[in-house]
């Protein structure tokens, strides 16, 4: 059975819990046109709500629906965090579950500030990277040692990242540090025998920064007719991609003379 609201203030919790929901959807790396189909569903599953129509873009998420005649609009301004598929998970699984079943505005309000507050263990975070650079250093011809060489610094960046990320910076010189930090620390490693190839080294660890969920969803928004969304998200990969580079170079600049 469909649910039926009774109040315009009833309208307005079910707006701002649908924009909740779009905007944990982007904020943890979904499509804008993912994040723009799951608010309308929830809306539409309300029946006397009609003439929804949402716009997703990546800071920020639109909504305007219709009831008893009225028209109500409103909006949420998203902040960017890291790509968090369990979480897309979660709220995907959230977004059905209200629609299909028998949820409350305040039921569902409680399970979406759930998800959002999941701490996550940064333990297997951090192990998690050390694996990753490690396997792409050996995917990039790297011998044994630049896999435990790259594995450590995999391990120190991601910490490193994790605690820049509280500090606010901008995502740009959060790369540039990071990049920074790998060509420096890959240098050091294979100075000191921890490694035979600075290059498979770096190379292996900074894909672990390499914007690549990004230029996906570019590229599947503008596939899909998100034309302004698509391209921002390009440009932000794109200055990824120069940060990356420019903080390696700097590395490398550096510590020229250990080379």
């Known amino acids: ?6 109040s315009i203030k009833e309208a307005k919790d079910l707006m701002n819990l649908s924009l909740y929901t779009g905007a944990l959807l982007i904020q943890n790396g979904a499509e804008s046109y993912r994040a723009e189909d799951t608010v309308e569903r929830i809306c539409k599953s309300v029946s006397n709500i009609s003439n929804v129509s949402s716009y997703a873009l990546p800071s920020a998420i639109f909504l305007s629906i219709e009831y008893d005649g009225e028209t109500l609009s409103n909006f949420r301004k998203i902040t ?7 979480k897309i998970d979660r709220v995907n699984s959230f977004s059905r579950e209200f629609v299909t079943e028998d949820l409350s505005i305040q039921e569902g309000y409680d399970i979406l500030y759930d998800i959002d507050h999941t701490s996550e263990h940064k333990g297997k975070l951090y192990f998690g990277a050390g694996i990753a650079t490690s396997f792409f250093t050996l995917l990039f011809g790297g011998d044994a040692m630049d896999f435990v060489g790259s594995f450590i610094i995999g391990v120190f960046v991601a910490w490193i990242f994790d605690k820049l990320s509280v500090l606010k910076f901008s ?13 420096v620390l890959a240098i050091i490693f294979v100075k000191f025998g921890i490694g035979s190839n600075i290059d498979n080294i770096i190379i292996g660890v900074i894909m672990i920064l390499v914007p690549g969920v990004s230029i996906t969803n570019s590229v599947r928004d503008i596939m899909s007719g998100e034309f302004i969304t698509g391209a921002i998200t390009m440009i932000k990969a794109f200055f990824i991609a120069l940060a990356i580079a420019f903080g390696v170079g700097v590395g490398l600049k550096l510590m020229g003379p250990l080379l």
């Open 171 to 183: 995502f740009f010189i959060n790369n540039i540090i990071a990049a920074f930090i790998t060509s």
């Open 80 to 86: 960017i965090s890291d790509t968090n598929l369990y």
């Open 1 to 6: 059975m469909s649910k039926v609201l009774n």
